[in-house]
């Protein structure tokens, strides 16, 4: 291959790239001062709301909070926003953290160490607030006194749980190499 042809075959690549790089910048450059504006905005609005999620500590420790006033009396709302969580946690474990079992078996290991998370949580809560629990979630949290597990083996259960799959996952038990994504083609078709 000659250097004309070396040149032909470069040079077109070479001017995609410059061309995508001096969008990247121009695309930046307008973006910057307003991602910049929201940014700020929701993380002085984040900050404002986990201060006041839960007042702990010297400073705060006499004020309201959200999670003693609000949901002390809005159960329907915190148990809704709990049940989405672990929801949320379900779907994640099952298609990313176990990714590599079929889609039943990934679900089942998910599902059954939310199930053991769930009712520790509301165990803890029993403890805790027992004022925050009614009907179902009061009777999946039932101890030791009321023939059900203790809190401190249902801890024991969750964290074993949660360990092995942390070990599972970091040790990379069965992983396949997934492959590479395509890079867009420079070279002209042969022909």
Not at 46 to 75: L, V, Y
Request: hydrophobic share 45%.
């Amino acid at each position: 291959m000659g250097g004309a042809a070396l040149d032909n075959i470069v040079s077109p690549c070479l001017d995609l790239f410059i061309q995508s790089s001096q969008e990247n910048s121009a695309r930046k450059q307008r973006l910057t001062p307003r991602l910049l504006a929201m940014s700020s905005l929701i993380l002085l609005i984040s900050m404002r709301f986990s201060r006041r999620w839960n007042q702990t500590g010297q400073k705060f420790a006499g004020e309201p909070d959200i999670a003693r006033t609000f949901f002390s009396s809005h159960r329907l709302t915190l148990w809704t926003l709990v049940a989405l969580a672990y929801l949320w946690n379900i779907q994640s474990l099952a298609t990313k953290g176990f990714s590599r079992f079929p889609q039943l078996a990934a679900g089942a290991i998910a599902t059954t160490l939310a199930t053991a998370s769930i009712t520790f949580k509301l165990a803890f809560t029993n403890e805790d607030s027992p004022e925050l629990l009614a009907g179902p979630a009061k009777s999946m949290a039932a101890t030791d006194s009321e023939l059900g597990l203790s809190l401190v083996t249902r801890a024991r259960i969750v964290f074993l749980a949660i360990g092995l799959s942390l070990l599972y996952t970091l040790s990379g038990f069965g992983h396949t190499k997934r492959p590479n994504r395509k890079l867009p083609q420079c070279l002209p078709p042969s022909s």
